[in-house]
């Protein structure tokens, strides 16, 4: 990595997520469909209003920054949604089984969101942008608030 310094690193981490939550929000429809109706539905459903709802937060705090909203995802979120894809091109049809797989890729997809938010938290109070810090804390928040229904 090239040397950065605290404001660099934060962006490039914002960037990151940013381009992450970009690509769960498009993917989250597909695991809701493969889901069986009922519950596991209606979370997952939550979870893609939670995305959107992040990826307004992240631009509120672009716009703050007075940067573009633009980024890419990292590997790390690529691997874990190539993961739940396998789970549904894998199923005939939804099941149990189906269900069971895709709690598991969704928990893994959350808590890749909540030490993101963590650590922009951690980062944006490290550089000294309280303002910063709150918007990203309250998302973290309602985050880990929300990961009960998984």
Known sequence: MKDLN?????LEQLKDFYGAEIQIAAFLPEMVIASTP????????????MTQN??????KVFKNLNEN???SAG??????LEEGKKVITGASEPNHVTDTALIIAARKV???EM???????????????????DLLGS??????????GL
């Open 38 to 49: 009922g519950k596991l539905r209606t979370v997952l459903s939550g979870h893609l209003q």
């Open 69 to 71: 909203p633009r980024g």
């Open 115 to 133: 030490a993101s938010f963590g650590s922009l938290v951690a980062l944006a109070g490290e550089i000294g942008d309280k303002e910063v810090a």
């Open 6 to 10: 605290l404001q660099q690193l934060f």
């Open 75 to 80: 590997p790390a979120v690529k691997g874990l």
């Open 139 to 148: 998302a973290e928040s309602h985050s880990a608030l929300s990961a009960a």
């Open 54 to 59: 992040q990826l307004s937060l992240l631009e």
């Open 110 to 112: 959350h808590h890749y």
